[in-house]
């Protein structure tokens, strides 16, 4: 079982630079008392403010809004990446990302070295890496670039590296910001495939998106998001819910 459940939850984050504060200030400021601290003003912007949700089993969330409206802030809360500042947040499942996908290469690394290195991190055991590695290696279509330093990537084949590493195992509940270009329209499609095996197989689906048809396509909920708060929660052939 797989659950996400937030209470009142707001997230709340100082910007620096605001009113001439720099970052540099900021630092220096640790190091002065706590009264001094607290009577100089902090910037901060409410990118999230008393939301309340709970997601189960089954649920295929899509999250809607324009930009800004609190969605990336929101997954990326759900990801552990951002802690609320205020409220009640429990989740229960093992959780998979796929946004920021480059940020976790080893650029030093080969490909090879990258897609185990991957692989150990979402929990594939050691006696599966090289079953992994070589279906892996299959989907990437990156041939005999896998043996040269990630470093030598172009953007598009550092993420079909990973993509193909994070979508190789089931996860309980998968966070997606936006679908990935991967490549070409044939590899678009061959990546569009392998999402729709891997979300069939999630407990929990929550997805941030533009575009209505791939909400339609993967959802069977939509939570609809304005200036950090949730304004409307809608299941597929129901009205919206009052908040």
């Known amino acids: 079982m797989a659950e996400i459940r937030l209470d009142n939850v707001g997230v709340r984050i100082p910007v620096f ?10 630092l220096v400021g640790f190091f002065r008392s706590r009264e001094q601290r607290e009577s100089t003003s902090t910037v901060v912007v409410d990118a999230l403010t008393d939301v309340n949700l709970t997601f189960s089993d089954g649920d295929r969330v899509g999250l809607i809004g324009a930009n800004g409206a609190g969605k990336s802030t929101f997954l990326r809360v759900l990801a552990d990446v951002y802690y609320p500042t205020s409220g009640i947040f429990e989740k229960v499942g093992d959780t998979r990302c796929l ?7 080893e650029m030093e690394g080969s490909g090879w070295d990258n897609i185990k290195y991957q692989a150990r991190r979402i929990g594939v055991p050691k ?15 990156l041939g005999k670039a896998l043996d040269l330093p990630v470093r030598t990537y ?3 084949m550092q993420v079909r590296l990973s993509f193909g590493v994070m979508t190789s195992i089931p996860a309980d509940i998968l966070l997606i910001d936006e679908v990935i270009g991967v490549g070409d329209a044939s590899f678009m499609e061959k990546a569009r495939q392998r999402m729709l095996k891997f979300t069939d197989q999630a407990k929990i689906l929550v997805l941030a998106s533009h575009s209505p048809d791939i909400i339609a396509s993967f959802c069977n909920r939509q939570i609809g998001f304005e200036h950090g708060r949730v304004v409307s929660d809608v299941r597929t052939a129901d009205t919206p819910s009052e908040l």
């Open 99 to 105: 946004f920021g996908l480059n940020s976790g290469l």
């Open 17 to 26: 630079g605001a009113n001439s504060k720099m970052l540099k200030s900021v």
């Open 127 to 141: 006696s599966r890496l090289d079953e992994v590695a070589e279906e892996v290696a299959d989907f990437s279509e």
């Open 154 to 156: 172009s953007q598009g």
